[in-house]
């Protein structure tokens, strides 16, 4: 059990990795043995998150603003002098946008699809090189594409460039595992519920309690619930599943 679960020496990117759902996968990886790089947009973010990460594994920080695809090219080229093979891509990196249907602006569709779809795909392409010197028939690498309940049920919030993104996302995992199976590459999406987190924080401390109410879980999610499905995406027990989005929120957009 202990081997059927392990992600001891694998090498990781986490990108979205300093904070929230993130920072739960990316601790989840560190503490269990896996050399994890942390990608965010703040430089100083990625710094922090690495060396209090170093604390219970091993993490390196590596900056970066994935809405280009210039950027993610230069960090799959910076990661590629770095490692010879990544075992697992976790596309996190994303951003929202809240605003009245009358008033939703055109830049809230090209930010939050730039970062939240675009980048993942981007990235992706990126780094096949060193996922496929990763990949093996019996332990092929991972594609972790993080979506949400959002792109899965309609969401509370006027979050419409938002949840159109994620919606998107979980497609986009569909056709690229079906394309990249052959190269022993398996991509997969979590689809967060509530958990806690900055994007999150606003809703959660306006309608936090009665939404633990309306799960059937009756609570947010813990760091532990995240981790737990990003490891076992990962390691052994895993290699057998690909193009699925599991949704991982107690219960909420698939009990309705």
Avoid at 243 to 255: E, F, K, L, S
Wanted: glycine fraction near 8%; aromatic fraction near 6%.
């Amino acid at each position: 059990m202990k081997d059927l679960f392990s992600i001891e020496g694998k090498v990781a990117l986490v990108t979205g990795g300093s904070r929230g759902i993130g920072l739960m996968i990316a601790r989840g990886y560190a503490e269990n043995g896996a050399r994890v790089y942390v990608s965010s947009r703040s430089a100083e973010a990625c710094e922090e998150t690495a060396t209090e990460l170093s604390k219970v594994g091993t993490a390196v920080a590596l900056p970066a603003d994935l809405s280009s695809q210039a950027e993610a090219q230069r960090v799959a080229a910076e990661l590629a002098d770095r490692e010879g093979a990544v075992h697992i891509l976790v596309n996190n990196a994303g951003a929202n946008w809240g605003a009245p249907l009358e008033d939703y602006p055109d830049k809230a569709w090209d930010k939050v699809l730039a970062l939240n779809l675009k980048a993942v795909f981007h990235l992706t392409v990126a780094m096949l090189p060193q996922l496929e010197a990763a990949a093996t028939a019996e332990d092929p690498a991972r594609v972790i594409n993080v979506g949400s309940i959002d792109g899965i049920q309609v969401p509370l919030l006027e979050t419409y460039a938002y949840s159109s993104s994620k919606a998107a996302v979980h497609h986009l995992t569909r056709v690229l595992a079906k394309k990249l199976a052959e190269r022993d590459i398996t991509v997969n999406a979590v689809a967060p519920g509530p958990f806690e987190s900055k994007m999150m924080a606003a809703t959660l401390e306006s309608f936090g309690d009665s939404i633990a109410a309306s799960c059937p879980r009756k609570r947010i999610g813990t760091p532990e619930d995240m981790a737990g499905v990003a490891i076992y995406l990962a390691s052994r027990a895993g290699a057998y599943v690909t193009g699925a989005v599991i949704p991982v929120d107690g219960g909420i957009a698939t009990t309705r």
